[in-house]
């Protein structure tokens, strides 16, 4: 039984827990212990505008697990669309939407996870990438929320895949990514800024699968976790036998900037090709502290200059976001939450 199906069917006993390895630093079923009542029907007609809706052509909303669909880009056309992912209240929803972007096709996917309450939601993404898809996720669930993405991608040769998660996290929340690569010179990015504090936990968990040649992918992720603040990284790239000459980069980079946060990493590389050029890296400290001092001895205070120095941190992920009105809403979300 898949996530989706234990919601709906209020099983908590196929809820994922610490003893599926996937999920030991994201226990859901320890954490919920009671299950909650269906969500409410939303209106939609009465939510405020999303972050990402000047932006786009079209929105499309997902409310309470209402909504979603399909997208669709055909060859030679170019979209920019925002979706919405809304929950309101203390039941569990869950929803979804399927993508399909054929070759010569161009879509901007800017996603918005919007929620108050003690819900728990789950959505689900099935992305079809013939062409070209940049996806830019700006996650802001509620701090009592529990919520769960997991979009599943296939490429197809010669189609690019970028992607560039922003979350501010929940009580549970994780955002999930599995992407299977055909090789055939399609490339991928994968990217990510998680910024905790309180008690908010955040999961960015991925999995790419390289089952051709000449396939290439590069993930970056940020972190900054604070107060009793979790993040979890998980980052799985495969290369399965016969896909020579996969060029595949990970890195995931952290800091703690307080004695009760913490981080839990888990970077991982599984090879079963030859001629391949694979490499992964990994760090979690403080700030640098040679840093803040010149900061500091130039008459800048300390609150400003540790929120200048995580922001310049963090800044090498949000530059790599193509779609330029995302990266300036990227910049300044990561502003907002860094400001003493």
Not at 39 to 49: E, I
Request: hydrophobic share 40%; net charge negative.
């Amino acid at each position: 039984m898949n996530l989706a199906t234990a919601i709906r069917a209020r099983k908590l006993e196929d809820l994922p827990g610490k003893r599926d390895e996937a999920w030991r630093w994201t226990d859901l079923r320890g954490l919920i212990r009671t299950a909650p009542e269906p969500s409410t029907a939303l209106d939609t007609a009465g939510l405020p505008a999303g972050p990402f809706d000047p932006l786009a052509e079209e929105t499309l909303v997902i409310a309470n697990g209402v909504g979603g669909g399909r997208i669709s880009v055909a060859a030679g056309e170019t979209r920019v669309v925002a979706l919405r992912i809304v929950s309101r209240g203390a039941g569990a929803h869950a929803g979804g939407v399927t993508v399909s972007v054929a070759a010569g096709g161009r879509l901007t996917l800017l996603e918005s996870y919007d929620g108050e309450g003690s819900y728990l939601a789950h959505a689900a993404l099935a992305i079809d990438c013939g062409g070209a898809i940049e996806r830019i996720v700006l996650a802001a669930d509620d701090a009592e929320g529990v919520s769960v993405s997991q979009a599943e991608v296939v490429l197809q040769p010669g189609a690019r895949f970028a992607q560039t998660l922003l979350t501010g996290g929940g009580r549970r929340q994780r955002l999930e990514t599995a992407v299977r690569h055909p090789g055939g010179h399609a490339e991928l990015r994968l990217d990510g800024v998680y910024l905790l504090d309180g008690k908010r936990h955040a999961d960015l968990t991925t999995v790419v699968t390289h089952t051709g040649f000449d396939g290439a992918t590069d993930q970056l992720t940020k972190g900054v976790v604070r107060d009793q603040a979790r993040g979890v990284f998980q980052g799985k790239i495969v290369v399965k036998a016969g896909a020579d000459r996969t060029d595949a980069r990970m890195g995931h980079h952290a800091l703690i900037l307080s004695d009760r946060a913490e981080v839990d990493a888990k970077p991982e590389l599984e090879i079963y090709a030859d001629d391949v050029s694979c490499a992964h890296g990994n760090t979690v400290g403080a700030l640098d502290q040679e840093a803040l001092f010149y900061a500091r001895q130039r008459g800048i205070p300390e609150a400003d200059a540790r929120a200048m120095l995580t922001e310049a941190f963090v800044g090498q992920v949000v530059d790599r976001i193509e779609h330029e009105g995302a990266r300036e809403l990227a910049r300044a979300w990561v502003a907002g939450r860094l400001a003493p």
